[in-house]
């Protein structure tokens, strides 16, 4: 998705604003320079929150994470520029969310935890490239993380 025209995108590229490389780019140098390295630690009181164990995951666990999840996500039907919305808690699986759904080129839209349901305007914008994600439950992306739902998309 592109939001600003092409003038605006050259003075920002041209004052060393903005450059062409994407997160997904940063994110896989990261991987590269550190994969042996402790990228992520969950929470101590991550059991509490979403009754699953706390971990702590390296750069390249991380990346194998992220790109099982992004092809699964692919697989489910979601698209370039698709919005996804994301209600999960301060852990390792929101960060695997954000870079595996930027990575399958869709758009994140997260919702805070004290929300207790989503409830949102994306479900009254009845568009059909909106998606609901979160719920830590019912559908495990091939043991890449704790089990994550992808609701119905929203008609």
Known sequence: MILYNTET???YNDV???????????FKDNVRKYEGEISL??????QQIVGFKPDRITYSQ???RVDVLATNLIKVGIKKDDVVVVQLPNIIELVIAYLAITSAGAIISP???QWQ???TCHETNRRKNVYRYGCIQE???????SPITIRN???
């Not at 060393?16 to 940063?26: E, K, P, R, T, Y």
């Open 16 to 26: 060393g604003a903005w450059a062409d490389i994407s997160l997904i780019d940063l």
């Open 139 to 145: 559908l495990s992306f091939d043991g890449c993380c």
């Open 117 to 119: 349901r989503i409830i």
């Open 9 to 11: 995108i050259k003075y």
């Open 62 to 64: 991380l990346e194998n």
């Open 41 to 46: 630690i969950d929470p101590i009181n991550k």
């Open 153 to 155: 998309r929203l008609s």
């Open 111 to 113: 919702v805070p935890m």
